[in-house]
């Protein structure tokens, strides 16, 4: 193992390579290195024509991350399991079809990590099927100059599945916390364990490169071996970066309650407003179930845990996050993937083992866009692809799904006052579309495997069923016809319909402890 400098590291990386980063958004990403790659591009045209893989999104929106491969000739591919922190450089020559750009399932990817260390003919799975991911539709490419088929569908023990062929990697770019003088790699002040490990046993397979990127270096043998997370031997080089360059996730630079080394009171985390977003987590959390394993995703999901907490019964709840966290209160904003009070953090594609393998008893995740036949898109909108994160793998086989977001999107306004609703201002865009973008969840798959799945929005809850979306509540003040029929793309089947408790739009709730216990 050599310790070398950034701009040391970047002049390493030659053109055509191809680059696995680990990270997921800030989290676990060697910025400084990143930064002299874009760097030595800017000075000298090289290195050019690079191809990136990554497991989820990288960046923060803005200056970090994939923005410094966002030069015309930098980079010819990009492949990923998120676009949403990417920034709008690369997306916009995503979007002008200068970049080939695909999207695959988070957790696939995870797992391809360890088919390319392992050297096998790559991954075989059923995750993606009848999505986006699958070659019947898209195969995950999202725009035009993705002319290469990256999945394929196969026959295997008469069953239909996708295989993922295993890239060569020739660099790996990975971060740590502390290495030792021979390169044994801590994770000690990292939120997430992610695929550090496994994406550097994949370059070495293939006869690449392992840069790490770390806060500082100290003498062999002072780490106790069961911190080191990545052995020295996997490693060749090894950079300390300035704190700056080296957050724990895309709002904080370090916060030693995120990667469990201090705990912190449940009551001191801050409750949510009473608005739209939290009376939508409060209905979603009646359909929570004690001691059920249970994944929340981004947005108004990542809510439930506050509901949760502000009723008094965090203790109930088994949480998971795909990112390898479990237990503890999930982190919101920028912090997402992270969580407080965490009882195990454990590496993403062990993680995402257990989800495929049917361990989540429920997960609620977000809604941007649903149609008559219950497929959901969270993926690509106005033709600007976002991406599907651990979404496909999770949705694919979680026994019940929690699908929670606003009717309309766009400019709504609403009023949560007196136990009741008031439509104040109509979203621009509707969200209950007779046909959907992009397919990142197949309603039709999910009854034909019995799955559970509902749809909550502030102002009515829909249940999927083999007919099709079936209207079961609307909220107090709101009119069937006019707040929520006239507001939609098709006709959901309407049969009994109830008024939501009105108890969750009142400032005080306290029905959720009374709700688990009878379950």
């Not at 676990?28 to 000298?44: K, P, S, T, W, Y």
């Not at 450089?89 to 695959?104: H, P, R, S, T």
């Not at 390319?116 to 100059?145: C, E, H, I, W, Y």
């Amino acid at each position: 193992m050599q310790v070398i400098s950034a701009d040391g590291a970047a002049a390493l990386v030659r053109d055509e390579s191809t680059i696995f980063l680990g990270g997921l958004a800030m989290m676990g990403l060697a910025e400084e290195v990143l930064i002299a790659l874009e760097r030595r591009f800017l000075a000298e045209g090289h290195p050019r024509n690079l191809t990136t893989w990554a497991c989820g999104a990288i960046g923060n929106g803005g200056t970090g991350g994939m923005v410094h491969f966002a030069h015309k000739g930098m980079i010819r591919r990009t492949v990923a399991g998120h676009f949403g922190q990417t920034g709008k450089e690369l997306m916009g020559m995503i979007f002008a079809n200068e970049v080939e750009a695909y999207n695959f399932p988070q957790g696939s990817l995870s797992h391809l990590t360890r088919h390319m260390a392992a050297r096998t003919p790559g991954l075989l799975t059923k995750v993606g099927l009848g999505t986006f991911v699958d070659p019947r539709q898209q195969g995950g490419k999202l725009n035009p100059s993705a002319a290469e088929d990256l999945v394929h569908l196969t026959e295997f023990a008469g069953e239909e599945w996708l295989h993922y062929p295993c890239p060569r990697i020739d660099v790996a770019i990975i971060r740590g916390t502390v290495a030792d003088e021979k390169g044994n790699l801590t994770l000690d002040k990292e939120g997430v364990h992610l695929e550090q490990l496994q994406i550097a046993q994949a370059a070495r397979a293939c006869g690449g490169i392992v840069i790490a990127q770390v806060e500082q270096v100290v003498q062999e043998g002072s780490l106790h071996p069961k911190r080191v997370k990545v052995p020295g031997y996997l490693i060749d080089y090894v950079v300390t970066a300035k704190p700056e360059s080296h957050m724990q996730s895309i709002s904080t630079g370090f916060n030693p309650a995120l990667c469990g080394d201090v705990r912190v009171p449940v009551r001191s985390l801050a409750p949510m407003p009473l608005d739209e977003r939290k009376v939508i987590a409060r209905r979603a959390a009646l359909e929570l179930v004690p001691g059920a394993i249970t994944n929340l995703g981004i947005g108004i999901p990542a809510g439930i845990p506050s509901i949760a907490a502000e009723e008094g019964v965090s203790d109930l709840l088994t949480l998971s996050i795909e990112s390898g966290v479990n237990g503890g209160i999930p982190a919101q904003g920028g912090d997402f993937a992270l969580a407080y009070n965490a009882e195990s953090i454990i590496d993403q594609s062990a993680q995402f083992d257990f989800y495929d393998g049917g361990g989540l008893d429920a997960s609620f995740l977000g809604l941007a866009q649903t149609d008559v036949h219950g497929n959901v898109n969270v993926s690509m909108f106005n033709g600007r692809p976002v991406g599907c994160g651990g979404f496909i793998n999770i949705t694919r086989s979680t026994r019940k799904l929690v699908f929670c977001g606003t009717f309309t999107a766009g400019g709504l306004d609403v009023a949560v006052e007196d136990g009741r609703l008031r439509i104040a201002q109509e979203g621009r865009s509707r969200k209950f579309i007779e046909r959907v973008e992009q397919i990142t969840f197949n309603g039709h798959d999910a009854v034909q495997r019995g799955q559970d799945v509902l749809f909550v929005t502030e102002r009515a809850v829909f249940r999927l069923t083999a007919d099709g979306l079936e209207l079961t509540e609307i909220a107090p003040g709101v009119d069937l016809e006019r707040d929520v029929l006239a507001h939609m793309g098709f006709a959901p089947i309407v049969r009994d319909v109830r008024t939501m408790d009105a108890r969750l739009f009142m400032p005080v709730w306290g029905g959720l402890a009374q709700a688990l216990a009878a379950r």
